[in-house]
């Protein structure tokens, strides 16, 4: 039962253009929400998060929308630009968890084009 | 400040074998948690330690264990390997007890064969 879920495997846009990454979430005990970006051979990079209190969150081109009605929230980049190529994973963390303990979505494909 | 460190970055193993993964965590953090990475799975996680006691557990068999040590570094072990454990095994290190943002190490790739 994956309790994340990113539904667009690949998504590809020009560059300059807005990209918008979604992950739809199951778990109302989950009150926080974050970004990874993934290169190959290399670890999750952390982006930018949420926190359920708020519904949007801003980081220079980086904008993390919530939806906790629809237990939805989305990452906008703006512009994209072609080093934004990576694979993008949506994680959560649940209130009352004993210690940190993420659970990912399967990730989506970024892919900027020049 | 130096990152998460994970070492050796690739190994290979033989079914039945057993494997022992290091990651030494940020400096002054003090919570490490493992994750499994494949293509048909995604990340899953494995265990987390705090002040050397395991905190959460993931949904994998008795074969995974890990430990933490008095300097926050931490191992994690696979006994009687399978093939179905080739992965990319993540290490990822936060400052508190309860901080949701976790730094990852470049992690481990195990072939089993």
């Known amino acids: 039962d994956q309790q994340v879920k990113q539904n667009s495997p690949s998504l590809s846009v020009q560059e300059g253009r807005i990209s918008i990454l979604n992950c739809d979430y199951t778990n109302s005990m989950f009150d926080y929400f974050l970004w990874y970006k993934k290169y190959p051979a290399e670890g999750p990079t952390f982006l930018i998060s949420i926190s359920s209190i708020k519904d949007k969150n801003e980081d220079g081109r980086f904008t993390v929308f919530l939806n906790k009605s629809a237990k939805h929230l989305s990452l906008h980049i703006v512009p994209s630009q072609p080093g934004d190529s990576a694979v993008y994973f949506c994680?959560?963390?649940?209130?009352?968890?004993?210690?940190?303990?993420?659970?990912f979505g399967g990730g989506t494909r970024l892919m900027v084009k020049p | 400040k130096a990152g998460v460190t994970q070492t050796p970055r690739y190994l290979i193993k033989t079914r039945g074998q057993q494997v022992t993964l290091s990651c030494s965590p940020i400096?002054?953090?003090?919570?490490v948690s493992w994750y499994q990475q494949t293509p048909g799975q995604g990340l899953q996680f494995l265990f987390e330690?705090?002040?050397?006691?395991?905190?959460n557990k993931g949904n994998f068999p008795g074969r995974f264990s890990g430990r933490q040590f008095s300097n926050s570094r931490s191992e994690m072990n696979v006994s009687t390997l399978e093939l179905g454990d080739s992965a990319l095994y993540l290490c990822a290190s936060s400052l508190q007890a309860h901080s949701y943002e976790q730094y990852f190490g470049p992690g481990t790739r195990l072939t089993v064969t």
């Open positions: 330690y705090f002040s050397e006691t395991q905190r």
């Open positions: 400096s002054g953090h003090r919570s």
């Open positions: 994680a959560a963390s649940a209130r009352g968890n004993a210690g940190n303990m993420l659970t």
